[in-house]
């Protein structure tokens, strides 16, 4: 994402060698700008912001308990509880989504 390029010059880790073309560069998962001179043109982006959620699809839900599972077990595992509806997971995993 462009966002992850904004670094700023004098932050830039290398990512590439010494004459790899923008093309290149892209194609190994790092950003380019040579606008700057005396600073790696090929960097690496900045890491991807992400968050645990619980899904609101009750139906999309994986398990992460057992039948009868306690609240505070279940978020103690580090996993969502929602006692509804019946018929599916009550206690179960987190989605990680790019913020």
């Known amino acids: 994402a462009k966002c992850q390029c904004k670094v700023v010059p004098m932050e830039r880790t290398n990512c590439g060698y010494p004459g790899i073309s923008a093309a290149e560069c892209k194609k190994i998962g790092c950003c380019f700008n ?3 001179p005396s600073v790696p043109w090929c960097y ?3 890491p991807k912001k992400v968050k645990k959620v619980c899904p609101s699809n ?3 839900r994986i398990n992460c308990g ?3 599972i306690k609240p505070r077990e279940c978020t ?4 969502c509880f929602r006692a509804h509806p019946a018929g599916v997971p009550w206690c179960f995993y987190h989605r990680v989504v790019e913020e």
Request: glycine share 12%; aromatic share 6%.
């Open 76 to 79: 103690k595992k580090g996993c």
């Open 58 to 60: 009750p139906y999309t």
């Open 34 to 36: 040579a606008s700057v």
């Open 44 to 46: 690496s982006p900045k």
């Open 66 to 68: 057992h039948p009868g």
